[in-house]
């Protein structure tokens, strides 16, 4: 597993207005630059944020990025609860 690489990833996406902005128009164009597992690329492009919890991502990156994708708090949470 490449969690490193992920939250990586996240972390730069969160913080760097320009990596950002490339993430949105092509976010597989990224994906070359990290070392990610094909589940935390799925992960990533279908904006599962329980699947980015349960694969290790830390809440203080995944909060943020769920943000960015403009997610409220309650679905948030329910996605990291595995809550339907």
């Given at each position: 597993?490449s969690t490193?690489g992920?939250?990586?990833m996240?972390?730069?996406v969160n ?9 949105f128009?092509s976010p ?12 935390e690329?799925r992960?990533?492009l ?9 694969l ?5 990156l995944?909060r943020p990025?769920?943000i960015?994708?403009?997610?409220s708090?309650?679905d948030?949470?329910?996605?990291i609860?595995?809550e339907?």
């Amino acid at each position: 597993m490449s969690t490193y690489g992920l939250q990586k990833m996240i972390r730069d996406v969160n913080r760097d207005p320009q990596l950002r902005e490339r993430y949105f128009c092509s976010p597989e164009a990224l994906f070359q630059r990290y070392d990610m597992t094909a589940d935390e690329r799925r992960a990533v492009l279908e904006r599962d944020f329980g699947a980015l919890y349960r694969l290790g991502v830390h809440g203080l990156l995944l909060r943020p990025f769920s943000i960015l994708h403009q997610v409220s708090e309650p679905d948030y949470l329910k996605a990291i609860r595995q809550e339907k």
